[in-house]
């Protein structure tokens, strides 16, 4: 009984706890750690959203097992919400299920619709619940490029006339976690047309819908499409928009199929989200959506900071017109080391944590993920730090000796 499990086999370490281990050993040295690998939102969540909790709560009626495809409120808010944003009507009961975050939502639908030895479309780099969801469920995953534009549409076309068997379902993340790429209702055109040609499922994850930083191009849903909701289902959050991170609230919109698949598959797995957790979420879609700028206009304000710090440290990093993430090369000098050292190296000598980009995928290496969740004073001295790190050994042929530190 020594052999690792079938589907943890399937499962590579993950590559960000090396970075937390040596996080945790340097914060239980004592040293003061700027931590921005993580996408954990700092803000606090706005109190009219609170206050509804607490009220919600105090009533124990709503103790009790809840429902595990929402409430009926909390369904028709999030509809309410399409309507309002994207123009795109929702049937509460057959096209809308709240979920327990994005993420368990994803990965219970790639349970749900896989059978063992199925081909799926994953981008790469990507979120790794995008591939590893699917790859838990015993599918085969085909990597393709990862930013919107014609090569990832040749890279599809390939995958339908090379892949044995045929792909039955696509990944796309638009605002995208951890590149920033953002996509435009063309795109999303094209992918749906090609989508319905091959009968292929998408499933599209726009968490970071509300981040974004050009005011005259807010990030569409791929819903808006004319038929999109014959093949395409979407993952949305309260995270990120509502800075509720903790409160594990999600939807997936779309497809009546898809949606009754991941309905019975939650029923045998949870009885739905705490009541009052589903009631303030209800609020929170219906409520004043001043909150939601504010939280736009931090994350730009935070963006800005970084951006201007890292160039004059000497780190061309491109600004994210989306999502709450710098997608940042390596700087040429570390480039040999790869993602993870790069990483490593900056926690211990800058006190500055970021992700690897290895960890999204073989296409992330040579770059690390920067999340926007430190304040701007914060995100100054992270800045400096990391300034004094790049300008200490920048006379020397430093990378083959940091390999061997």
Not at 24 to 36: M, N, S, T
Not at 71 to 99: K, N, S
Not at 353 to 370: L, N, Q, S, T
């Amino acid at each position: 009984m020594t052999e690792e499990f079938h589907r943890i086999r399937r499962l590579p370490p993950y590559v960000f706890a090396e970075v937390n281990t040596a996080k945790a050993r340097a914060r239980a040295a004592g040293e003061d750690i700027i931590d921005l690998g993580m996408g954990n939102p700092d803000g606090a969540t706005p109190p009219h959203i609170v206050a509804k909790l607490v009220e919600a709560v105090q009533d124990p009626r709503t103790h009790r097992y809840s429902v595990s495809k929402g409430i009926p409120g909390l369904r028709r808010a999030l509809a309410g919400y399409y309507q309002r944003r994207f123009d795109v009507a929702l049937d509460p009961e057959t096209e809308v299920i709240a979920t327990l975050g994005s993420k368990e939502g994803l990965a219970n639908l790639a349970s749900a619709i896989t059978t063992p030895g199925d081909t799926i479309l994953v981008p790469n780099p990507s979120y790794p619940i995008h591939q590893f969801g699917f790859i838990i469920a015993g599918a085969g995953v085909r990597s393709i490029p990862a930013a919107p534009d014609e090569a990832m549409l040749r890279a599809l076309d390939r995958a339908v006339r090379h892949s044995v068997p045929k792909p039955t379902a696509l990944i796309v993340n638009f605002p995208s976690n951890p590149t920033a790429h953002l996509a435009d209702l063309e795109f999303y055109r094209e992918i749906v047309s090609f989508a319905r040609r091959h009968e292929i499922w998408i499933m599209s994850d726009l968490a970071y819908a509300e981040i974004y930083f050009d005011e005259a191009k807010p990030p569409p849903s791929l819903l808006q499409i004319p038929g999109a909701k014959e093949i395409a289902v979407e993952f949305t959050s309260m995270s990120k928009t509502y800075s509720m991170p903790g409160w594990r609230m999600g939807f997936a919109a779309g497809n009546p199929r898809l949606i009754s698949a991941l309905a019975r598959m939650k029923s045998y797995l949870d009885y739905g989200a705490f009541t009052p957790i589903q009631v303030a979420s209800a609020a929170a879609l219906n409520g004043p959506q001043d909150c939601v700028a504010e939280v736009r206009a931090l994350y730009r304000e935070r963006r800005d900071v970084l951006i201007r710090g890292l160039a004059a440290a000497g780190w061309d990093v491109p600004s994210p017109d989306g999502s709450m993430f710098a997608w940042a090369p390596v700087p040429p000098r570390f480039a040999s080391l790869g993602s993870l050292e790069f990483s490593k190296l900056l926690l211990e000598r800058a006190k500055v944590a970021v992700a690897p980009g290895i960890g999204f995928g073989e296409h992330g290496e040579g770059y690390v993920r920067i999340a926007l969740v430190e304040n701007t004073h914060r995100l100054r001295q992270a800045c400096r730090s990391i300034r004094g790190f790049l300008q200490a050994g920048s006379n020397q042929a430093e990378p083959a000796e940091l390999a061997t530190l």
